[in-house]
């Protein structure tokens, strides 16, 4: 696989057949059902957005017509996933030589969330059930047929640890199928789906939650959670037979295998991400057997540095490195990669291009082209002919001269760290005029960012004339752990903070309307959207709360099994129960007890089937709410997890949610 497939995997007993799909998702109604606002009220909402707009949410929000194109290995397939007419979107490969093209994986009822080819000969792909992210795994052959479920396991998480290129059928995958505290390595046949336990993860107190395998499928090291919040790491040197307990982290601290060094003789070499010794995670070059760094490969000092390529071909020889700063910033290495890097640079100019996948002898590469202005382009830059080929456009209805640039920005918290983000603004600010704002602040929240990038969001609300506020608060991954670690304990508190200086920041520059202003995000992101409706009342004109935390006790309780191991990481980070003082902040960032501080509209828009944020976080706010006789319009889809993935439910929301934000921040 040309990339990494992180996948739960639900299935029932026993191997399935051809066209191995789930059978058609049962709609069952977690919550409170009678508590969700009804088709009539959502489509009514819908009708406060008004005027005539150019572009409309289809064409933002519809799947594009062609997607998610790969490479065979060997480049004589290209694949790719295409919508029919009636939203299905099917794989279907393409003969490069011929122009044939077969239909190879067919989307029923569950959405094929990812796929990707494991040899010349077949392709794995993913399925959950109506989103609860309890995925299947499965393979089948070019043409549909041997479709078989690899992961046959009833209540099972699985998914691929290490792909095999020497071994052509074969995946290293983890299950927690023996307990489901706890994931384990298997070696599975993609042909026959044989199974073959690699390691056993025999102690829950100790949970192994990372298992490092070489390109011949060799377990060379593993991590443990010890006490919650220790991170230990257990080596086998070359030669040894035990596994030697290696060294000692704390459970925020970076030390991972990237890749072993292939182009040594020596075979305890790897390159490694670290921030052992640094605030920064740089890539180094280690030797396991001589415990030491060898040489540093990358690091900067800003920006955690996290990008290595290395080409198998020519003998594992570092292509090129990078970090994500205000963009992402990749800085070629060897002589080959500055070539192909000099003439793509040369074709595409300062638009963002990512090399996403290549064939094995490297000969032919699959570029994606795009900018804060451009969802993508592919190309194919074929190295013998030295040739860059346009092969489709994701949105070729979102004319780039019409999209909304996305600004960095950095400002001062009233504390005083830097604080990074953006801010994208439509045409109407930049020609003087102050504008509404919509504040979204980012899901996790910690190690997670905002980037640089074309969002959807951002430029369907730009071309309503709305702005969009990033902030990447203290806790946001990619700026070092000390500013990480600045967020432990602030959920709700100092992290809003932040949040409120990046709304001054904006004001200060003059582009913004302060009195039509709006929250809005998913996650860790609605939660924000509760807290700031919460804590700063008059800020905001509404909000809407998606997929968002209300209680932190609930949210802690709903814990499920496979993420026991990371609780006591979760209370070091947001706050711990057990402790009557955090125990007592805990409820002061709850905003279930501080229903009596909103008093601007809110929308609340929940998945029946999250497992990360139950139903139950979105019921007992809208329940404490109407209580008081506070109007809130409640969307629920019981075919959606931890976000919308279906078309249709992605338009509905974006309809009502541009209905809402007109009603409420229109003059």
């Known amino acids: 696989m040309k990339k990494r497939i992180v996948v739960i995997a639900l299935a029932i007993m026993g191997m399935s057949s051809a066209n191995a799909q789930m059978a058609k998702t049962e709609i069952t109604k977690p919550g409170d059902a009678s508590l969700p606002s009804s088709k009539e009220e959502l489509e009514k909402l819908s009708t406060f957005e008004k005027g005539t707009y150019k572009y409309s949410v289809e064409d933002f929000f519809k799947k594009p017509k062609a997607s998610n194109f790969q490479l065979s290995p060997d480049g004589k397939f290209l694949s790719?996933?295409?919508?029919?007419?009636s939203g299905k979107n099917h794989v279907y490969v393409k003969n490069t030589k011929t122009g044939e093209v077969v239909l190879s994986i067919k989307e029923k009822e569950e959405l094929i969330r990812e796929y990707s080819w494991i040899n010349n000969e077949r392709l794995v792909y993913s399925m959950d059930k109506g989103g609860?992210?309890?995925?299947?795994?499965?393979?089948?052959?070019?043409?549909?047929?041997?479709?078989?479920?690899?992961?046959?396991?009833?209540?099972?998480?699985?998914?691929?640890?290490?792909?095999?290129?020497?071994?052509?059928?074969?995946?290293?995958?983890?299950?927690?199928?023996?307990?489901?505290?706890?994931?384990?390595p298997y070696k599975v046949n993609v042909v026959t789906g044989q199974l073959e336990k690699l390691h056993t993860n025999d102690d829950v107190s100790i949970p192994i939650?990372?298992?490092?395998?070489?390109?011949?499928?060799?377990?060379?090291?593993?991590?443990?959670?010890?006490?919650?919040?220790?991170?230990?790491?257990?080596?086998?040197?070359?030669?040894?037979?035990?596994?030697?307990?290696?060294?000692?982290?704390?459970?925020?601290?970076?030390?991972?295998?990237?890749?072993?060094?292939?182009?040594?003789e020596n075979p305890d070499d790897a390159y490694i991400l670290t921030n052992l010794d640094s605030d920064k995670i740089r890539v180094v070059l280690y030797d396991f057997k001589e415990k030491k760094i060898l040489k540093e490969i990358y690091s900067n000092d800003t920006y955690d540095a996290t990008i290595l390529s290395l080409s198998r071909k020519r003998n594992y020889e570092i292509d090129y490195v990078g970090f994500n700063g205000e963009k992402v910033e990749v800085l070629p290495v060897s002589n080959?990669?500055?070539?192909?890097?000099?003439?793509?640079?040369?074709?595409?100019?300062d638009q963002q291009f990512y090399l996403i996948d290549r064939t094995e002898a490297e000969d032919k590469y699959l570029i994606l082209v795009t900018s804060d202005k451009i969802q993508g382009k592919y190309f194919q830059y074929d190295v013998k002919q030295d040739k860059v080929t346009f092969l489709f456009d994701l949105l070729p209805q979102l004319k780039e001269e019409d999209m909304a640039g996305m600004l960095p920005i950095t400002f001062k918290s009233r504390d005083g760290l830097t604080i990074h983000g953006y801010i994208t603004l439509p045409k109407e600010a930049l020609n003087?005029?102050?504008?509404?704002?919509?504040v979204n602040p980012h899901g996790g929240p910690q190690s997670v960012r905002d980037s640089w990038s074309f969002?959807?969001?951002?430029?369907?609300?730009?071309?309503?004339?709305?702005?969009?506020?990033?902030?990447?608060?203290?806790?946001?991954?990619?700026?070092?752990k000390e500013f990480m670690r600045a967020g432990f304990k602030q959920i709700g508190r100092k992290v809003m903070d932040d949040i409120e200086d990046g709304v001054q920041y904006v004001i200060e520059q003059g582009w913004?309307?302060?009195?039509?202003?709006?929250?809005?995000?998913?996650?860790?992101?609605?939660?924000?959207?509760?807290?700031?409706?919460?804590?700063?009342?008059?800020?905001?004109?509404c909000g809407v709360d998606y997929v968002g935390v209300s209680n932190v006790e609930t949210i802690l309780a709903s814990f499920p099994a496979h993420w026991k191991p990371y609780l006591k990481m979760f209370k070091e980070t947001w706050y711990d129960l057990d402790n009557p003082k955090e125990a007592k902040i805990s409820r002061s960032?709850?905003?279930?007890?501080?229903?009596?501080?909103?008093?601007?509209?809110?929308?609340?828009?929940?998945?029946?089937?999250?497992?990360?944020?139950?139903?139950?976080?979105?019921?007992?706010?809208v329940t404490a709410l109407r209580a008081k006789n506070f109007q809130v319009p409640y969307m629920v889809k019981y075919n959606e997890g931890h976000g919308f993935g279906r078309e249709e439910n992605r338009i509905e929301l974006y309809k009502a949610m541009m209905g809402f934000f007109a009603q409420h921040l229109k003059k």
């Open 80 to 85: 790719y996933q295409e919508k029919d007419v």
């Open 132 to 184: 609860n992210e309890n995925y299947h795994i499965y393979a089948t052959n070019l043409d549909g047929s041997n479709a078989i479920d690899l992961t046959p396991y009833d209540g099972v998480k699985a998914g691929i640890l290490k792909t095999l290129k020497e071994q052509k059928d074969y995946l290293i995958i983890s299950m927690n199928k023996d307990n489901p505290q706890v994931n384990e």
């Open 209 to 264: 939650v990372g298992y490092d395998f070489d390109k011949d499928g060799n377990l060379k090291g593993f991590h443990r959670i010890v006490n919650g919040l220790e991170n230990h790491y257990y080596y086998k040197s070359n030669g040894s037979k035990t596994y030697e307990h290696f060294n000692n982290a704390n459970w925020d601290e970076i030390f991972n295998v990237l890749s072993f060094n292939y182009a040594t």
């Open 336 to 349: 080959t990669f500055k070539k192909y890097y000099q003439k793509l640079k040369k074709e595409f100019g």
């Open 432 to 438: 003087g005029k102050k504008v509404p704002l919509i």
């Open 455 to 480: 969002i959807k969001d951002d430029q369907l609300f730009a071309s309503r004339g709305y702005a969009t506020l990033h902030v990447n608060f203290r806790i946001s991954g990619g700026y070092g």
């Open 512 to 541: 913004i309307d302060k009195d039509r202003m709006a929250i809005y995000g998913a996650s860790h992101g609605g939660y924000a959207t509760l807290m700031g409706l919460v804590k700063t009342p008059d800020l905001y004109a």
């Open 589 to 621: 960032v709850s905003p279930i007890y501080h229903v009596d501080k909103i008093k601007k509209p809110l929308f609340v828009v929940q998945g029946a089937n999250d497992i990360r944020v139950t139903i139950k976080e979105a019921d007992q706010i």
